[in-house]
């Protein structure tokens, strides 16, 4: 299984890597358009701020690339906020997968939320052998509005989307790449689905 993780200068790739070696597989780093479309999974990472991430996919012409894969697609954190249609920090759009907003927190909640918090309302193959009200890890300030493609949920001052999925575009708010053994069941229930062209 060819498993490429888009290296676009805005993510924590090293650490999904040896996630997903942890799990016996190999995955690539690349930038390379050919290289991304001809995987059989595709991880999109993200660490930092959304204008910036989305001037760097911009530049190399991933912002065209990334909707139209037909490959199960694994946006995380950032990765996963610049799948939606707008993001409120650096007044961002995004890459219009998911039809959702990203907004801030509001200010009386201490921000970012740093640290364990539960998932709940699991629907979707992506929490097989995952129980109702698991721990994962999140570090963020915005989080993405709750809607049609929700398929989990976090509470943190406000209920908000903690995955997300649209075909076979799937997004995780977490870092399974740092969330024990919860995490890596869910990259591996990731690698294991199946693949889908229902693109629309």
Not at 61 to 75: A, C, F, N, R, W
């Amino acid at each position: 299984m060819k498993i490429v993780i888009i290296d676009y200068g805005a993510g924590n790739i090293q650490s999904i890597k040896f996630a997903i070696k942890r799990l016996g597989y190999e995955a690539i780093l690349s930038s390379d358009a050919e290289e991304i479309k001809s995987a059989d999974k595709v991880i999109f990472p993200g660490v930092g701020e959304a204008s910036s991430a989305m001037k760097m996919l911009k530049s190399t012409g991933l912002d065209k690339v990334i909707p139209t894969l037909k490959q199960p697609v694994l946006g995380i954190c950032l990765g996963m906020q610049l799948m939606c249609t707008y993001c409120e920090e650096g007044d961002t759009d995004g890459l219009g997968i998911f039809h959702a907003d990203v907004v801030k927190f509001d200010n009386q909640l201490k921000v970012p939320q740093i640290g364990w918090n539960k998932i709940y309302d699991l629907r979707s193959e992506l929490f097989t052998g995952i129980s109702e009200g698991e721990f994962v890890y999140l570090v963020h300030s915005f989080y993405v509005k709750e809607c049609a493609e929700t398929i989990a949920s976090t509470e943190y001052g406000v209920e908000y989307t903690s995955a997300i999925q649209k075909d076979n575009f799937y997004g995780v708010q977490f870092h399974p790449e740092k969330s024990s053994d919860a995490g890596e069941r869910i990259l591996e229930n990731f690698l294991k689905v199946t693949q889908r062209n229902t693109i629309k």
